[in-house]
T-cell receptor
Framework: AQSVTQLGSHVSVSEGALVLLRCNYS??????LFWYVQYPNQGLQLLLK??????LVKGINGFEAEFKKSETSFHLTKPSAHMSDAAEYFC????????????FGQGTELSVKP | DSGVTQTPKHLITATGQRVTLRCSPR?????VYWYQQSLDQGLQFLIQ???????AKGNILERFSAQQFPDLHSELNLSSLELGDSALYFC????????????????FGPGTRLTVL
């Protein structure tokens, strides 16, 4: 069965510091992987996705993620945090044979200190 | 703005009642998904429809049901409500179902916050 684990329910960084949000997946087939962001009182917005091809994926707002098959990881990074990055971030994997439903990790809340 | 609309934005009701949540997918999207977000369960897939037909079912209670209409909007019906049903309910849409070689993206609506008192 496919699953997603996000390490750390809360991450706090200083403005300008590196952001690293960890995601590991379990899948018996090559996965499609996604990162979504949820700002307070809003819906989920797609940051980036990995399907096939280049393992380093660039998304919106300066975020990127690298698919590492050997480590079953898809960590999200941003070189320099902005105050506006404070939000909850969700890693997700899609199930191929079940209509394409997304399986989400538990989420990581990112706080950015001035 | 994702292009997915959900109404109402907030809903407050009492235990035992029945409510209907509505979702309009993005123009051209045939597939609709419903998710529940709660503090204890996180984001959980409930059910998916594709072009009017149920495609996949997740952890959806028997008290809950959904349908997708010919104009492709979808409704999620929640009945005999309990306190534990209080949650944020999201609808998402995509052109086609993900998987099976397709790589489409699910776009999420702003959600309906349900409070059961």
């Amino acid at each position: 069965a496919q699953s997603v684990t996000q390490l750390g329910s809360h991450v706090s960084v200083s403005e300008g510091a590196l952001v690293l949000l960890r995601c590991n997946y379990s899948s018996s087939v090559p996965p499609y992987l996604f990162w979504y962001v949820q700002y307070p009182n809003q819906g989920l917005q797609l940051l980036l996705k990995y399907t096939t091809g280049a393992t380093l994926v660039k998304g919106i707002n300066g975020f990127e993620a690298e698919f590492k098959k050997s480590e079953t990881s898809f960590h999200l990074t941003k070189p320099s945090a902005h105050m506006s990055d404070a939000a909850e971030y969700f890693c997700a994997v899609v199930l191929y044979n079940q209509g394409g439903k997304l399986i989400f990790g538990q989420g990581t809340e990112l706080s950015v200190k001035p | 703005d994702s292009g997915v609309t959900q109404t109402p934005k907030h809903l407050i009701t009492a235990t035992g009642q029945r409510v209907t949540l509505r979702c309009s997918p993005r123009s051209g999207d045939l597939s609709v998904y419903w998710y529940q977000q709660s503090l204890d369960q996180g984001l959980q897939f409930l059910i998916q429809y594709y072009n009017g037909e149920e495609r996949a079912k997740g952890n959806i209670l028997e008290r809950f049901s959904a349908q997708q209409f010919p104009d492709l909007h979808s409704e999620l019906n929640l009945s005999s409500l309990e306190l534990g049903d209080s949650a944020l309910y999201f609808c998402a849409s995509s052109v086609v179902p993900l998987g099976g070689g397709t790589t489409d993206t699910q776009y999420f609506g702003p959600g309906t916050r349900l409070t059961v008192l």
